[in-house]
């Protein structure tokens, strides 16, 4: 079935033309190096693109990853001179999600732009996994959720 979803993302619904764009984008911000957060964001973003039936975005709290305490906060930084472009692409995002969802066929590409909403308005700090890895990790979420309140 993932496979029949990342077939229709790529023929009828050219989603890998997004991929691209945000590959360039990330690209370019890393070149900058002071952007390099938000592209290293958008890089692992355009990954998710490539094939959203079988990967999905993550962040990296839930991922239990470390990084530098310097760069948790430049890219803290990063991400709030970003808002007005997370904006402006989160408005482009729900204009495609509403002319996908408009079709009968669409509507599984809409849900999987509309899941990515968070990345795109805040890409820093994501990370792109295989979706085995994603159901996994809101599994181990859902278990402490309920070990929390059951005792």
């Known amino acids: 079935m993932r496979t029949l979803g990342n077939i229709l993302w790529y023929f009828p619904f050219f989603g890998f033309i ?44 839930d991922l239990n990853v470390e990084s530098n305490p310097a760069w948790e906060a430049y890219s803290t930084i990063i991400m709030i001179l970003w808002i007005p472009f997370g904006i402006i692409f989160a408005v482009i995002t729900i204009c495609q999600i509403v002319g996908l969802a408009i079709s009968i066929v669409g509507i599984p590409v809409a849900l999987v732009l ?22 996994e990790v809101q599994r181990r979420k859902d278990e402490a959720a309920i070990n929390k309140h059951i005792r």
């Open 18 to 61: 997004n991929a691209i764009m945000f590959f360039l984008l990330g690209s370019l911000l890393v070149l900058t190096v002071v952007a390099s957060p938000l592209g290293l964001g958008l890089i692992q973003y355009s990954k998710f693109l490539f094939a959203p039936f079988s990967w999905s975005m993550v962040s990296k709290e």
């Open 114 to 135: 509309a899941k990515s909403l968070r990345t795109i308005f805040n890409p820093v700090g994501m990370v792109c996994v295989p979706a085995v890895v994603a159901n």
